[in-house]
């Protein structure tokens, strides 16, 4: 099974404000996944990152609010610019571990103040 | 997009009671997951499920997907506290890998 770290593990930041989310797989992976889960919620799917193409948003996402990079097959980050209070969620990464099952990283957890 | 319901919503045992928690969609699954989150955790995969009635055990756990492939359960028996957490189910999204998930049930277990 694969190793996903993400950075930071949680944080605190002011309105308006923009933070980067890191995610790093120990092994390569074609199909990169984030998600964002707020307080007592199920998880919704922000974008589908593929190394070498534009993410792919879902709808109510859009890439100015959430930019992500992809830039090899062990990693990619995701930006929340921006911020609201609103914005305050667990944002977890996935990877595809095969047969459309998902392996999730640590998750970041972002407050908003 | 695809939507499947999950219910209850919440879910309060004392310890060897069982447990039980249903997932259900309007359209047909090519398969159904189930994931466990514990309390500050991230969700963790437990099985999945392929065929038509399939059912599949893991020590106090048992899972079935429908008939139609259109709805599942996660069943524990004799429940412990470890076994405190939420329970998601998910499915694939029709030609995609993306995963939309239920909206999960929250056990929790009494000693």
């Known amino acids: 099974s694969a190793v996903i770290s993400q950075k930071p593990s949680r944080d605190i930041c002011q309105r308006g404000t923009s933070l980067t989310i890191q995610c790093q797989v120990d092994s390569q992976v074609t199909m990169m996944f984030w998600y964002r889960q707020q307080p007592g919620q199920s998880l919704t799917l922000i974008a589908t990152?593929?190394?070498?193409?534009?993410?792919?948003?879902e709808s109510g996402f859009v890439i100015d609010k959430f930019p992500i990079s992809r830039p090899n097959l062990t990693f990619s980050t995701l930006t929340v610019s921006n911020m609201s209070p609103e914005d305050s969620s667990i944002y977890l990464c996935s990877v595809d571990a095969g047969a459309d099952t998902q392996y999730f990283g640590p998750g970041t957890r972002l407050t908003v103040l | 997009g695809q939507q499947v319901m999950q219910i209850p919503q919440y879910q309060h045992v004392q310890e060897g009671e069982d447990f039980t928690t249903y997932c259900n969609s309007s359209?047909?699954?090519?398969?159904i997951q189930w994931y466990k989150q514990r309390p500050g955790g991230h969700p963790v995969f437990l099985i999945q499920?392929?065929?038509?009635?399939e059912v599949k055990k893991q020590k106090r756990l048992t899972f079935q997907f429908g008939e139609a492939k259109k709805n599942s359960s996660l069943h524990i028996s004799a429940t412990q506290t470890t076994a405190v957490g939420t329970y998601f189910c998910a499915s694939p999204d029709t030609g995609r890998r993306a995963l939309t998930f239920g909206s999960g049930t929250r056990l929790q277990v009494q000693p």
């Open positions: 499920l392929v065929k038509s009635g």
């Open positions: 990152a593929n190394q070498g193409s534009e993410a792919t948003y």
């Open positions: 359209t047909t699954l090519s398969n």
